[in-house]
């Protein structure tokens, strides 16, 4: 009897775990999709960043530093590339910008998420205008973005200090 009843209950529990819906807590798109099927991607907007949260264990059980995941947008589409950066320890999501020069895959980083401030329109702006100044006709990167932004960083600090090495009428005379 006690057999039946202990039967009785872990069956109960198998047919409720098999019955439930699949669905991963970090698919915002409320799909429910089992695992082979489910996609790694979420939609491109200010929601779903905000609701997004990483999972930080690694299949070997390790905690990983940071979670990169997709944005489902079209592949002809000038935001082909961008994703979301989460960082483990501060929980800080950044917008990078994934794309390729010389078969290497290099990661620029756009900006950081603030609901409200900096979000998925102005990620959007931003995006656009650097593949505009750094690609060609056929969306090929003729020019690093990240040496570009380095360069202009310089030119400024050079201004800089050309400025503060000028002579001061007090000092002339």
Same mark, same amino acid.
């Given at each position: 009897?006690?057999?039946?009843?202990?039967?009785?209950?872990?069956?109960?529990?198998?047919?409720?775990?098999?019955?439930e819906?699949?669905?991963d807590?970090?698919?915002?798109?409320?799909?429910?999709?089992?695992?082979c099927?489910?996609?790694?991607?979420?939609?491109?907007?200010?929601?779903?960043?905000?609701?997004?949260? /990483? =999972? &930080? @264990?690694?299949e070997?059980?390790?905690? *990983?530093?940071?979670?990169?995941?997709?944005? +489902?947008?079209? #592949?002809?589409?000038?935001?082909k590339?961008?994703?979301?950066?989460?960082?483990?320890k501060?929980?800080?999501?950044?917008?990078?910008?994934?794309?390729?020069?010389?078969h290497?895959?290099?990661?620029?980083?756009? /900006? =950081? &998420? @603030?609901?409200?401030?900096?979000?998925? *329109?102005?990620?959007?702006?931003?995006?656009? +205008?650097?593949? #505009?100044?750094?690609?060609?006709?056929?969306?090929?990167?003729n020019?690093?973005?990240?040496?570009?932004l380095?360069?202009?960083?310089?030119?400024?600090?050079?201004?800089?200090?050309?400025?503060?090495?000028?002579?001061?009428?007090?000092?002339?005379?």
């Open positions: 009897l006690i057999w039946l009843k202990l039967f009785k209950v872990y069956y109960w529990a198998m047919t409720d775990k098999t019955n819906p699949k669905t807590p970090n698919n915002v798109h409320g799909d429910t999709a089992d695992k099927t489910q996609s790694k991607k979420i939609k491109f907007t200010d929601y779903a960043t905000e609701r997004f949260q /990483g =999972n &930080f @264990i690694g070997d059980g390790k905690i *990983k530093p940071r979670v990169r995941i997709s944005y +489902d947008v079209p #592949r002809s589409s000038v935001l590339g961008v994703c979301l950066c989460q960082y483990y501060t929980k800080k999501k950044v917008f990078l910008l994934r794309y390729r020069k010389n290497n895959t290099l990661f620029l980083t756009v /900006g =950081n &998420f @603030i609901p409200g401030i900096f979000g998925v *329109k102005e990620c959007e702006t931003k995006i656009h +205008d650097i593949v #505009r100044a750094h690609t060609d006709d056929n969306r090929k990167w020019k690093d973005p990240k040496a570009t380095h360069n202009e960083q310089n030119k400024i600090s050079k201004a800089v200090i050309e400025e503060s090495q000028k002579l001061t009428i007090n000092q002339v005379i």
